[in-house]
């Protein structure tokens, strides 16, 4: 198999990692998600993952709670769910580490980027925890971040929905699909996609994302071969 991609970031919503379960960590997805990134690793591809916190912690629906109190739960709840999918990786014998950008010495690294980059050289996946460690920023920003700071070639965004839709395919079954779509699309379109300030900030620096759903952890492989499968987010909303 031959990779479309050198280097990609792969971001997994907390939800997906759930399961059917809709709560907590499901083995099984843990283990079809790992077993699809041992492929792309053996493909000779540089992976990093940037994992939500949905399926532990949901801060947004706490109306009692302080905002930033709420958002460095979250933060935690990332955690957790990078040092599972690093487990279950390491089942595969991937060599993973787990970077985290609150600081927790005891159970992960600090986030670094220049020792991030050299874990991908040295063919290991990075999983990066805790978001950007700043409350009022989605881990699709951190995203986002991430991989414009390790020149990742494009963000694989994995969804429970397979692709983008002009409303939601669950609700109308008449929705629409998009192939491709620009950066300037997703703005002013507001389709839910990613949030705006990730959304500017991949715009602003040219790196593509490809939307794809996680029913199919095959998917993963399939994305990087580069496989018409989701819809291609770019600049130019041209495949």
């Known amino acids: ?23 907590g960590l499901d083995e099984g997805t843990l ?9 792309v690793v053996d493909m000779g591809v540089q992976v990093s993952i940037v994992v939500g916190g949905g399926n532990i912690w949901r801060g947004r629906s706490s109306e009692n709670m302080d905002r ?17 999918l690093c487990s279950a990786l390491e089942n595969f014998d991937v060599p993973t580490r787990v970077q985290t950008a609150i600081e927790m010495r005891q159970v992960a690294e600090p986030y670094i980027r ?27 920003t951190a995203a986002a971040l991430r991989a414009v700071e390790t020149d990742a070639d494009v963000i ?26 620009s950066f300037s699309d997703i703005l002013s379109k507001n389709l839910g996609v990613m949030d705006s300030t990730a959304a500017s900030l991949c715009r602003d620096n040219n790196v593509p994302i490809l939307v794809f759903g996680l029913n199919d952890p095959a998917n993963i492989v399939r994305a990087v071969k580069g496989d018409r499968i989701g819809t291609l987010v770019n600049d130019s909303g041209v495949l």
């Open 1 to 23: 198999m031959k990779a479309k991609y050198k280097r990609v970031l792969l971001k997994i919503s907390g939800e997906a990692l759930a399961g059917a379960n809709g709560f």
């Open 31 to 39: 283990e079809r998600i790992s077993e699809n990134v041992k492929k």
């Open 68 to 84: 930033t109190r709420a958002d460095h739960m979250g933060m935690l709840a990332t955690a957790i769910n990078a040092l599972a």
């Open 114 to 140: 220049g020792k991030a980059e050299r874990h991908l050289e040295k063919g290991r996946v990075v999983i990066f925890g805790c978001g950007t460690g700043n409350p009022f920023m989605s881990t699709d």
């Open 156 to 181: 694989l965004l994995a969804k429970k929905v397979d692709a983008v839709y002009d409303s939601d395919p669950n609700i109308n079954p008449n929705a629409k699909k998009y192939d491709v779509l």
